[in-house]
């Protein structure tokens, strides 16, 4: 997994996300404080430019790490109650609390590399 743009699949949350290096993504609420290291070792799927390996259901040995920036809050959200006829309606918000991470390092097992080999080309015999 030398390739240039690798990327991984993971699961946290319940959640699915494809992640790549540098890059920060918003998951569901974890206790972590800022600035504190999150591993994530539930890696579905690993990915580069010429080579995926897909895990079964995760793939051994690889993790993400990524560092916390903290707790967010999501877009607000409307809840509205309403029924016909009684005079009822209910109008209530709501903030969701995310953790934003950003992505470090994905780090890849050695049996995952070994093995790559190009494809010989079959000579005919004359």
Same mark, same amino acid.
């Given at each position: 997994?030398?390739?240039?743009?690798?990327?991984?699949?993971?699961?946290?949350?319940?959640?699915?996300?494809?992640?790549?290096?540098?890059? #920060?993504?918003?998951? %569901?609420?974890?206790?972590?404080?800022?600035?504190? *290291? =999150? @591993?994530? /070792? +539930? $890696? &579905? #799927?690993?990915?580069? %430019?010429?080579?995926?390996?897909?895990?079964?259901? *995760? =793939? @051994?040995? /690889? +993790? $993400? &790490?990524?560092?916390?920036?903290?707790?967010?809050?999501?877009?607000?959200?409307?809840?509205?109650?309403?029924?016909?006829?009684?005079?009822?309606?209910?109008?209530?918000?709501h903030h969701q609390?995310?953790?934003?991470?950003?992505?470090?390092?994905?780090?890849?097992?050695?049996?995952?590399?070994?093995?790559?080999?190009?494809?010989?080309?079959?000579?005919?015999?004359?």
């Amino acid at each position: 997994m030398e390739g240039k743009h690798i990327y991984a699949i993971i699961e946290t949350g319940g959640k699915q996300y494809r992640v790549t290096p540098g890059q #920060v993504v918003d998951v %569901d609420c974890l206790n972590v404080t800022e600035g504190e *290291a =999150v @591993e994530i /070792a +539930k $890696v &579905l #799927v690993l990915g580069d %430019d010429t080579h995926t390996s897909i895990g079964k259901p *995760a =793939v @051994e040995g /690889a +993790k $993400v &790490l990524a560092t916390s920036q903290g707790t967010v809050r999501g877009d607000k959200i409307i809840v509205y109650k309403f029924k016909a006829k009684t005079r009822y309606r209910r109008h209530t918000g709501h903030h969701q609390l995310f953790t934003r991470l950003t992505i470090d390092k994905i780090e890849v097992p050695e049996h995952h590399t070994r093995g790559r080999h190009k494809k010989e080309e079959a000579v005919s015999g004359s």
